[in-house]
């Protein structure tokens, strides 16, 4: 069996890592962890970090400008620009508008604080209500996530893919949506039923939907995401950064120097 003690690693699986290697650590470049089995991991007396959180302020201005452009009507602006045509319309604003954030943690809580400096009234789902940001107004626990859909003019998706989030929004959720919400997935396409979405898109049970990641990437040509007008679909690029290497490279120093000094409980962003 090959030694390899210390793995930092982007985009591979755990079983190209494990299998076969004496892995003593993993520090994955990504936020997200569901390639991983953290109950395998732990068996095998793995330990495994992420760089969650160096994506937070990229993903929170992604979702700013994005929410922007769908009340100041720009993406209908640039059609008519297409045509040449000098047409007046009344745009929105988001002051005094809803957010529903389901998941609070490091990207939540900063498109929380980016939300609420606009005047949005921020209403966040996270399973630990005993830490909560500031920006958050109202907090809800996961039973109490219907309750957030009906109120929530914006539904912002910023919480991880598990087997409790598979398939979260489906039918149901955007049932308890309001026909002019805008649903906002900005973490994993899995977590919505892309089906579901499209029909609720289709027969007007939504209002729009701004998705930066899909069920399959990338989204097939085919797909009728791409020709719907109240739909913008960003290549998963909300966590972009000429900063990324900078706020990774952090996270990467700090966790060496303590994995290889014995400070385990150091680590940031430890999964196991």
Not at 193 to 198: K, R, S, W
Not at 226 to 254: C, D
Request: charged letters at 20%; aromatic letters at 6%; a negative charge.
């Amino acid at each position: 069996m090959e030694t390899v003690p210390i793995v930092i690693e982007h985009r591979l699986d755990q079983a190209t890592l494990v299998e076969g290697t004496a892995v003593e650590w993993i520090q994955s470049l990504s936020s997200g962890y569901d390639r991983y089995d953290p109950d395998t991991l732990e068996d095998q007396g793995v330990t495994l970090t992420t760089v969650s959180g160096v994506h937070a302020e990229p993903v929170a201005q992604h979702v700013l400008g994005s929410i922007l452009a769908f009340e100041r009507g720009l993406f209908r602006a640039h059609r008519q620009g297409a045509d040449a045509a000098w047409r007046r319309f009344a745009p929105e604003e988001v002051t005094g508008k809803t957010a529903g954030i389901v998941g609070v943690g490091a990207i939540g809580g900063r498109i929380a604080e980016r939300l609420s400096a606009l005047g949005m009234s921020v209403l966040g789902v996270k399973r630990d209500l005993e830490n909560v940001p500031s920006a958050v107004d109202e907090a809800y626990a996961p039973g109490d996530l219907h309750t957030v859909l009906g109120r929530a003019d914006y539904v912002v998706v910023a919480c991880p893919l598990t087997a409790d989030t598979r398939g979260l929004f489906d039918r149901t959720a955007f049932d308890s949506m309001s026909p002019d919400a805008v649903f906002v997935n900005i973490a994993r396409g899995a977590i919505a039923d892309q089906d579901d979405l499209i029909a609720a898109l289709q027969t007007g049970e939504l209002g729009g939907a701004i998705l930066d990641v899909t069920a399959d990437e990338p989204l097939a040509p085919t797909s009728p995401l791409w020709s719907l007008e109240n739909v913008l679909v960003t290549p998963h690029m909300a966590g972009g950064s000429p900063l990324f290497a900078e706020r990774v490279g952090a996270v990467v120093e700090h966790n060496y120097r303590a994995f290889t000094e014995g400070r385990l409980d150091d680590l940031r962003n430890r999964v196991v």
